[in-house]
């Protein structure tokens, strides 16, 4: 099986979504089997995949099928193409060759390797493709042993760690690049650590890892959870653009109860990015890209400095390994404001020229918020400045956004409930390392009384639903209730069931030996 990449490049006008910015980048990206159909309209109706709100609805067609892209117009556009040297191969002038597409016409050229292709639509908007072959699969041998253990699976993503595939039985795959296991073992152990860490958290909030499992006969390491339907916010912008408060808000109150449970095992997520992030159908999201997760016990090396260019916070630049929850503070406010304006605060690709950006940029301020884009409340504004901090102590902790959020909630926002999808199971370890013991305590989150009455409030003024799941969710970080939580125990509770049935049964002997006794008296 032949698998491609799609990255799709979207350059929209910004007055088109009210912001002051010329043009607002984002980027779509597919990972495409070469017997899968991905078609997509582009225009400015309600169902076209990608929205562009200056075109006609239904613009245009872009379509992959059979290792062919295939560009119809419904209305003229153009495309600007390598020309018909050979796929993978630019013209003479190194230019791509620009062809005029008029209403009805087709463009369409097989994919061999890689293939570069612009599109120019009438309101100047652009898109910048590109589609290329994935050049890593796994080893000989390796495919069969996951086949036989888990059924027939099929490669669904790829990312710069992981090959990701989805079982019949409804479970994802994650296994370690065959790249990255190297002869010292390193990168394993610590794909291995931040895997154990996830799945010792005993909350929802989070997909359970069902096995973690290491072969080093095979160079083989993965970890199998449950499969989560939903896309990558990262795709969802690039079709969309940018997101309505509404939406925007609940998604960051889904990460941020996230983060607040990272923050109470002190930990920290470190690779936060909407790619990172999955969104279902109904709204409920999930975290994926585990890999940077930092803890007490974690391993630090070179795969700790990870850039994430427009996302990753000053101080993971700079000393990886000594950040804390406010580096994902950080990041979730690059997100919301990527959310509502369309793009990154600091946009650029380049890891080095964002470090560079980064390292000189003035801290951005809720008025220059509200200048790029004069739609957003003013409260939100103060919210992402403050999350945006250049400074990791004037960041607000997540349960100061949750009170933000909740705060500044409109009557529809306040009615939101949150989803999220508890899958309850037993984790398996297989051919794994021990395990350093953590002697550590769970972090308590201490509030004051004032801050305990905001928190139970902002609660309440939601539905019952969301109402009972952060109560006892809250609970458990021991935030409203310092109440140590003990995880259950099989072999204590059995053994207390014995010792009360003992009890029943001497209460019972002793009141039957009395009636014989009282009985033995009167004859």
């Known amino acids: 099986m032949m698998y ?16 002051t910015r010329e043009t607002l980048s984002s980027t779509l990206r597919l990972f495409i089997a070469s017997n899968q159909i991905y078609c997509f309209s582009i225009g400015s109706g309600e169902n076209d ?99 036989l253990d888990y059924g027939i699976i099929d490669q669904i993503q790829e990312s710069p760690v992981s090959l990701i595939y989805k079982t019949k039985s409804k479970k994802a795959v994650k296994v370690l690049r065959p790249s990255l296991v190297d002869s010292q073992q390193k990168v394993p152990l610590r794909f291995i650590n ?6 010792s ?11 973690i499992v290491y072969r080093r006969d095979m160079n083989l390491c993965f970890i199998t959870t ?26 960051i109150e889904g990460v941020t109860l996230r983060l607040l449970a990272l923050q109470n095992y002190h930990s920290c997520f470190r690779n936060l990015a909407p790619d990172n992030i999955l969104v279902g159908e109904n709204g409920e999201i999930a975290l994926t890209g585990f890999f940077l997760a930092k803890s007490d016990v974690s391993m630090t090396g070179e795969m700790d400095q990870m850039i994430r260019a ?13 950040v804390d929850i406010s580096a994902d503070v950080y990041s979730l406010g690059a997100i919301y404001f990527n959310m509502l304006v369309g793009e990154a605060p600091i946009q650029t690709d380049s890891n080095m020229e964002y470090t560079q950006i980064l390292s000189s940029c003035k801290p951005m301020l809720a008025k220059d918020i509200h200048k790029i884009h004069p739609g957003i409340p003013d409260t939100t504004c103060e919210l992402i400045a403050s999350m945006l901090s250049l400074d990791k102590n004037y960041r607000p902790t997540p349960i100061k956004i949750l009170q933000a959020l909740s705060s500044g909630k409109s009557d529809e926002v306040g009615k ?21 013991d953590n002697k550590k305590s769970r972090k308590k989150i201490k509030l004051s009384e004032s801050e305990l009455r905001q ?8 539905e019952r639903e969301l109402t009972v799941e952060n109560f006892a969710f809250i609970e458990k970080l021991n935030i409203i209730s310092t109440q140590e939580q003990s995880d259950p125990n099989p072999k204590k509770e059995l053994a207390n069931v014995l010792k009360n049935t003992l009890l029943i049964l001497f209460f019972l002997v002793g009141i039957l030996a009395a009636i014989l006794f009282v009985l033995q008296l009167y004859k």
Request: hydrophobic share 35%.
């Open 310 to 322: 427009g996302y990753t916070a000053p101080e993971q630049i700079h000393s990886p390994s000594d």
């Open 194 to 199: 931040a895997a154990r860490k996830f799945q």
């Open 416 to 436: 939101l409930a949150l989803k999220t999808r508890a899958t309850e199971v037993n984790v398996t370890a297989r051919n794994l390392p021990e395990e350093k």
């Open 455 to 462: 928190l139970k409030r902002s609660l309440e003024d939601g």
């Open 226 to 251: 449950p499969y989560f339907e939903g896309e990558p916010l990262n795709n969802i912008l690039a079709r969309k653009g940018t997101l309505s408060l509404f939406e925007a808000a609940r998604i």
């Open 201 to 211: 958290f005993r909350t929802p909030l989070f997909l359970k890892i069902h096995e």
């Open 49 to 147: 995949s990608i929205f562009i709100k200056e075109l006609h609805a239904n613009h245009a067609i872009m379509k992959i099928e059979n290792s062919k892209l295939i560009l119809e117009a419904k209305h003229s556009c153009e495309v600007y193409t390598q020309g018909t040297v050979s796929p993978g191969s630019r013209s003479k002038s190194g230019q791509l060759e620009k062809k005029a597409i008029e209403p009805g016409e087709k463009f369409s050229v097989n994919l061999e390797s890689s293939f570069d292709w612009k599109m120019v639509f009438p309101d100047q908007t652009v898109f910048l493709g590109k589609i290329f072959r994935s050049k890593e699969s796994l080893l000989p041998g390796t495919q069969g042993y996951l086949d």
């Open 4 to 19: 491609w990449h799609l990255r799709l490049r979207i350059l929209r006008r910004g007055s088109g979504h009210n912001v």
